[in-house]
């Protein structure tokens, strides 16, 4: 009587399944990580640039 080599097909999706969860996961940690460094990258980018005064802002300093 011959062995039998593949697992049962419960296992094989099992496995399957729990393989398609890690990738998810996975997937979901770097999109979490990217859009943490674009938010870094906005927030260092509109901190560091000087503030532009209104129109009525400058009117107002050039008055005094």
């Known amino acids: 009587m011959a062995a039998r ?3 049962p097909l ?3 999706l099992r496995e399957a399944a729990f393989d398609g969860f890690t990738d ?3 997937v979901s940690f770097w999109v979490c990580a ?3 460094v674009v938010g870094a990258v906005v927030a260092a980018a509109l901190l560091g640039r000087p503030r532009r005064d ?3 802002e400058s ?3 050039a008055a005094r």
């Open 5 to 7: 080599l593949d697992p």
């Open 10 to 12: 419960s296992d094989r």
């Open 24 to 26: 998810a996961l996975a």
């Open 34 to 36: 990217a859009t943490a």
């Open 54 to 56: 209104t129109p009525a």
């Open 59 to 61: 009117e107002t300093t």
